[in-house]
């Protein structure tokens, strides 16, 4: 029965944000969208354990769903223009115009990023509805309190809901200024992917895959518009070593793992895009992240690697985004440039104390530096910050190391 709900669970969340997309399309509301995925998903474990999983998963749920929707709609007795549409079980009316995104979910992720929403806000609330991450997913890639980031999605969607955000297709011209907060969206679902939460499988792929989807639609949306090639080529060229990353069970750094296994026509792709970025000489956040990425999928090895290049680019990043999660970056880059005590010193000054991997790089510098005991307290700290199961062996290999 375990199994079952496990696969239950997976499935539906690998669908979550097509349902919600669809569910909101049609009844225009983001709070009857979630209440009513949420009972699809309590019927699903009822009856897939037993029956086994659908042939045709997504849509039963959407159909699931839809039905709960209607059903609400009915009992609650809402405007007369819902009402009639809760008398139909299948609405054979066209859909309105979709404008310039055909996509329904990148549609509805750039309709949720709208600028009447704070730039955290609209971000979280969208990482919620399309990425299908839970709040603590969400409050730990802010690194903020569980409540505060419930807080903050829960004003988004009343504040959304007064203004009708939801259901307006955004034209083209709504494209550029709400670019910025989407595009920060798949970059958060695609690290989540990369690196999940939770005791579940330390990668989801359903995340990274989908994220990759979308920025390849963006691409064609807005080809000229570097940052998006830059986010393309970042993620393309992080995935192409997804399976270089875990090997038995146990987290892989990106110094130590087995190039032979990395995807070499991604790489290629990637590298592709970032030529084409410099080509068009805008830099950007995302554009400087897959350069540094592109660094090192061209090293032969990890000996090979151009640190200074690496730096110089950490540098050029900070200079735009001054976060400490960058400085963090960087000083794991000084460290093999100038040595483990400079990268510390750096590392000691971050206001980071919350973050699973200031934990382990503090960890690893005091453990190159030879402080033994220090570094076994920091490897405790790390892994009692992170729930991600192979990062976890990892932690628990390197710190039963230390003698």
Same mark, same amino acid.
């Given at each position: ?39 699809? #998903? ?6 897939? @354990?037993?029956?086994? &999983? ?13 039905? =709960? ?27 309105? %115009? ?13 309709? *949720? *990023? +709208? ?12 990482? =919620? ?6 709040? @603590?997913?969400? $409050? ?29 297709? @955004?034209?083209?011209?709504?494209? %550029? ?11 958060? &679902? ?11 499988? %330390? ?9 990759? =989807?979308?920025?390849? !639609?963006?691409?064609?949306?807005? @080809? ?8 393309? $080529? ?18 892989? %750094? ?11 026509? #991604? !790489?290629?792709?990637?590298?592709? #895009?970032?030529?084409? *970025? ?9 554009? !400087? ?6 660094? +090192? ?15 110089? #680019? ?44 200031? +934990?382990?790089?503090? $960890? ?40």
């Amino acid at each position: 029965m375990q199994t079952g709900t496990a696969a239950v669970e997976r499935v539906f969340r690998e669908e979550y944000g097509r349902l919600i997309a669809s569910l909101v399309r049609r009844f225009g509301d983001i709070d009857i969208a979630e209440e009513a995925a949420g009972e699809a #998903l309590v019927t699903a474990l009822e009856k897939w @354990p037993t029956s086994g &999983v659908p042939p045709n998963p997504g849509g039963w749920l959407t159909t699931t769903a839809a039905n =709960r929707a209607i059903d609400r709609i009915r009992r609650e007795k809402l405007r007369d223009s819902k009402h009639q549409a809760a008398l139909m079980t299948h609405d054979d009316t066209p859909h309105e %115009p979709t404008g310039p995104v055909q996509d329904d979910r990148l549609r509805l992720l750039f309709t *949720c *990023c +709208h600028p009447a929403l704070a730039p955290e806000a609209r971000i979280a609330l969208t990482l =919620r509805l399309l990425g299908g991450l839970t709040v @603590p997913e969400i $409050a730990q890639a802010f690194l903020v309190p569980e409540t505060t980031m419930g807080q903050r999605i829960t004003r988004a969607k009343k504040k959304i809901a007064a203004a009708n955000v939801p259901y307006r297709v @955004p034209e083209a011209e709504d494209l %550029p200024e709400r670019l910025g907060g989407v595009l920060t969206v798949l970059f958060l &679902v695609f690290n989540e992917g990369y690196l999940a939460s939770g005791d579940g499988d %330390p990668v989801r792929v359903e995340l990274t895959g989908e994220a990759i =989807r979308l920025v390849r !639609i963006l691409r064609q949306l807005l @080809p000229d518009e570097p940052e998006v090639l830059g986010l393309l $080529a970042m993620l393309l060229l992080t995935d192409a070593r997804r399976e270089a990353r875990v090997r038995q069970g146990q987290l892989v %750094p990106l110094t130590e793992q087995d190039r032979a296994g990395w995807d070499r026509a #991604l !790489i290629t792709e990637g590298h592709q #895009l970032v030529r084409q *970025c410099l080509g068009i000489n805008r830099p950007g956040r995302y554009q !400087i992240l897959a350069a540094i990425n592109a660094v +090192h999928t061209d090293a032969p090895s990890a000996d090979d690697v151009d640190w200074s290049q690496v730096v110089a #680019l950490y540098g050029q990043l900070a200079r735009l985004d001054d976060s400490p999660i960058v400085a963090l970056n960087r000083a794991v880059a000084i460290a093999e440039l100038d040595g483990p005590g400079v990268a510390l010193a750096l590392v000691d000054r971050l206001p980071l104390a919350g973050y699973h991997a200031w +934990h382990a790089t503090r $960890a690893d510098l005091l453990r190159r530096l030879g402080r033994t005991a220090e570094a076994k307290t920091a490897y405790d700290e790390a892994l009692a910050a992170t729930e991600n199961s192979a990062e976890r062996a990892y932690l628990a290999r390197k710190r039963g190391e230390l003698v």
